[in-house]
């Protein structure tokens, strides 16, 4: 705990210091904010039709301009938000929970575990995520559950790394000797010792797989693989913009930026993090 | 000899990753709703018409001799036949091949020649100056490629300046047509290499300037320019190489959504209308020899280790 608490004051500390992670955490607390109480925000209904011209620009009225069928752009936009924040945060945390098993195996029996988790994983990384994505829409049909699985697919294999790499260091240190000796069951040293170690890591690699997940998540709705309109992702927003790029083009501008800022500040407050708990270390998801 | 140990059980890991991969792709399309038959004869099927469907590609027979047939046909370079064509998917995809590495090589390029110096830039100012390249490589990373992709077919369709979209045509027949239909997808396709080589040889550079024998090669009075060419390049070139092979390894697949914008006619773009036009034996295709170029390039990337450091295979490596 005290770890925990540490890492919290160099957190802190960092935020205040460093402008460009203040930068990520202000834009990541606003958007998520937006994203929960959106619908309760003054910001227009969504759904209206003709609420203004058709493919209206910017105004005061309706800041994001309004799309061919007149409906206020900024309330859809603010509804994609929440879809891709929630969408990613589901598949994330599906790559966490199997992610952190398989990899806390791996590195804390080694052998043949270690092995055939490592092949498994091996086999994962080899396919891209976009492909996978064509494959999957393939068997599954286009759709959110989709979207979900192939953002798991790509993920999981660069967790699984991660954990087996940190438990790895994690298992070779005195407690969890010491813990062994007492007559501990793996399972016990695995949660109660190695997991509590290694929490750090996998909430940083938790933000990457984020910004990685929302990467994934508005290219596959571009490509018409993921969330299926009228529901609204930054995604699906932008592949409809899209059709009014030329004439319209503050549709896509603002998706388009609204999503870029989403994944920069997961990306910038996921460094901020790894640069509290460990200060020299790499990068490790590529 | 210590050569041959260290590359046959990498090579050994690619076979193996090879064979899960097409095991994988190969139950993907027995997934796909409808099963083979229907997709290739329709909704309107008599029993007679699926049996002999079901004979003629072998699905009456248990899925492991499926498979194994499957695979032999691989080796044998048959990777299918097109529903709609009713020519060997292979073709299409060789045909397309060069269209998509020269994307590749692009962005590639652009990637390398832009990441590599601003990070050393960026790596050798250190924390307090070198605030540009975290720039740098927080929006690159962040801007997807559907996002740029959009903003430069917007802004060049609008003021056409020099570029096209759209309108392919060979390189072999007209070099500066093509390199204007090219250059913006290649460009939109290497911004998030950008970032990703910046911010490695960034951290890289960094790592090694702490480093006991950087502040040796300061004492001896050496000049700057020679400790980052001597020093601190050689060992920072090591995760730099690791990342460039991983990145290159997903272009050749990461574009699909480029070659969508723009429409050029890569395997991306052919893969991706396999799928619309339901036609899976290309997407399987597609799926597979993605996997395979990743696999290869991973291999490649191990026997360039071997290159760079002297350590490989010694069990001197850190």
Redesign the interface.
């Known amino acids: 705990m005290s770890a925990l608490r540490s890492t919290g004051a160099a957190l802190g500390r960092l935020m205040r210091e460093d402008k460009?992670s203040f930068l990520?955490l202000v834009i990541l607390v606003l958007l998520v904010l937006v994203g929960l109480f959106g619908p309760w925000l003054p910001l227009g209904d969504p759904t209206r039709i003709a609420a203004g011209p058709r493919l209206g620009p910017p105004s005061w009225a309706f800041p994001f301009g309004t799309d061919e069928l007149g409906r206020s752009y900024l309330p859809r936009v603010v509804e994609g938000i929440r879809a891709t924040f929630l969408l990613s945060i589901v598949a994330v945390s599906i790559t966490a929970v199997i992610g952190s098993f398989f990899g806390m195996l791996a590195g804390y029996f080694r052998g043949v575990t270690d092995h055939l988790v490592a092949?498994?994983a091996?086999?994962l990384?080899?396919?891209?995520a976009?492909?996978?994505g064509?494959?999957v829409?393939?068997?599954m049909?286009p759709g959110q559950i989709s979207a979900v699985a192939v953002i798991s697919i790509a993920t999981i294999p660069l967790f699984i790394r991660v954990v087996r790499s940190v438990t790895l260091s994690v298992a070779g240190r005195g407690f969890v000797t010491a813990s062994e000796v007492a007559g501990a069951t793996p399972w016990r040293v695995m949660i109660v010792h190695i997991l509590p170690n290694i929490l750090g890591a996998v909430i940083v690699q938790l933000t990457y797989a984020m910004?990685i997940g929302m990467?994934i998540e508005?290219?596959l709705s571009?490509?018409g693989?993921g969330v299926q309109p009228p529901q609204a992702s930054l995604?699906s927003l932008?592949r409809e913009g899209?059709a009014y790029?030329?004439i319209a083009?503050w549709l896509?501008?603002s998706a388009?930026?609204v999503?870029?800022?989403a994944?920069?500040s997961v990306?910038?407050v996921g460094?901020a993090i790894r640069d509290a708990i460990e200060p020299?270390k790499?990068?490790t998801l590529? | 000899m210590r050569l041959i140990g260290y590359l046959l059980p990498r090579i050994a890991?690619a076979l193996?990753?090879t064979l899960?991969?097409s095991i994988?792709?190969f139950l993907?399309l027995r997934?796909?709703?409808g099963g083979y038959a229907d997709i290739l004869l329709g909704p309107f099927v008599t029993p007679e018409a699926r049996a002999a469907i079901a004979q003629r590609y072998g699905l009456d027979q248990p899925v492991v001799f499926q498979f194994a047939h499957w695979l032999w046909s691989l080796l044998q370079g048959d990777f299918g036949v097109s529903m709609v064509t009713q020519k060997p998917v292979i073709d299409e995809f060789l045909r397309r091949a060069p269209v998509t590495l020269e994307l590749a090589m692009i962005a590639l390029f652009v990637a390398l020649a832009f990441g590599v110096p601003l990070g050393i830039a960026s790596g050798v100012a250190g924390r307090a100056r070198g605030?540009f390249g975290?720039?740098i490589g927080?929006?690159g990373?962040?801007?997807?490629?559907?996002?740029l992709g959009?903003?430069l077919?917007?802004v060049f369709?609008?003021w056409s300046l020099w570029f096209r979209v759209g309108g392919y045509v060979p390189f072999s027949e007209a070099p500066v047509e093509n390199m204007r239909v090219m250059l913006l997808p290649g460009l939109t396709l290497s911004v998030f290499g950008v970032a990703?080589i910046l911010?490695?040889t960034r951290?890289?550079v960094m790592?090694v300037m702490?480093e006991g024998h950087i502040t040796t090669a300061v004492a001896r009075g050496e000049r700057p320019r020679d400790i980052i060419r001597l020093h601190v390049l050689r060992n920072a070139a090591i995760?730099v190489v690791?990342?460039v092979t991983?990145?290159f390894?997903?272009l050749?697949?990461?574009a699909?959504?480029v070659e969508?914008l723009f429409s050029i006619p890569g395997i991306g773009l052919y893969?991706?209308n396999g799928?619309l036009n339901?036609d899976?034996a290309i997407?399987?295709a597609?799926?597979l020899i993605?996997?395979l170029v990743?696999?290869s390039i991973n291999m490649v990337s191990d026997i360039l280790y071997a290159a760079i450091d002297p350590r490989v295979g010694t069990g001197n490596r850190r």
């Open positions: 460009l990520g092949r498994g091996d086999i990384f080899a396919f891209p976009i492909i996978v064509l494959l829409a393939a068997m049909g910004s990467i508005s290219t571009y490509l693989l995604g932008l899209s790029l030329t083009p896509v501008l388009g930026i999503l870029s800022l994944i920069m990306n910038l460094d020299l790499g990068r590529t | 890991i193996i990753t899960g991969v994988l792709v993907a997934f796909i709703p605030g975290r720039v927080a929006v990373a962040s801007v997807p490629d559907v996002v959009s903003a077919i917007f369709s609008v990703l911010r490695t951290d890289a790592q702490t995760p690791t990342v991983t990145y390894g997903f050749l697949s990461g699909v959504v969508v893969t991706f799928l339901r899976y997407v399987q597609g799926v993605a996997a990743f696999i």
